[in-house]
């Protein structure tokens, strides 16, 4: 029911900013509960931020808290991580997803139905 697509990775140096782009369509009941991800070359997947589209905030990730926002645009159904300060450590496959459910469920831990193809960012230092 749900389509993501990302968009705005590149290559950066260290220090710069990149604002990534998440555009979805579909129900929105189906994806009420939104989060952004990267994954780094042989590394395993890492959970970045947790969103509800009916509140806010629900999770940030220790390592990057400081660093990053959000930001929407309903009319474009889109909405953005804005990163700040990058480190080539932030080098990797960014990707969102959304899941639908209730405010207690968006949550470390919780399972995503849908995933965005993914763009890759790349800090050099």
């Known amino acids: 029911q749900v389509q993501l697509v990302e968009s705005g990775g590149g290559s950066v140096q260290a220090g710069g900013s990149l604002r990534l782009s998440c555009q979805a369509s579909g129900s929105a009941d189906s994806r009420k509960c939104m989060g952004w991800f990267r994954q780094a070359s042989g590394k395993e997947r890492e959970r970045l931020i947790m969103?509800?589209?009916?509140?806010?905030?629900?999770y940030y990730a220790e390592s990057v808290k400081h660093r990053i926002t959000i930001d929407r645009d309903d009319d474009k159904n889109t909405v953005y991580l804005i990163m700040n300060s990058l480190k080539p450590e932030d080098t990797a496959v960014y990707y969102c997803?959304?899941?639908?459910?209730?405010?207690?469920?968006?949550?470390?831990?919780?399972?995503?139905?849908?995933w965005g193809q993914g763009t890759q960012v790349t800090v050099s230092s």
């Open positions: 969103f509800y589209t009916g509140g806010g905030v629900t």
């Open positions: 997803a959304a899941r639908g459910g209730s405010w207690s469920s968006c949550r470390d831990g919780a399972d995503f139905d849908y």
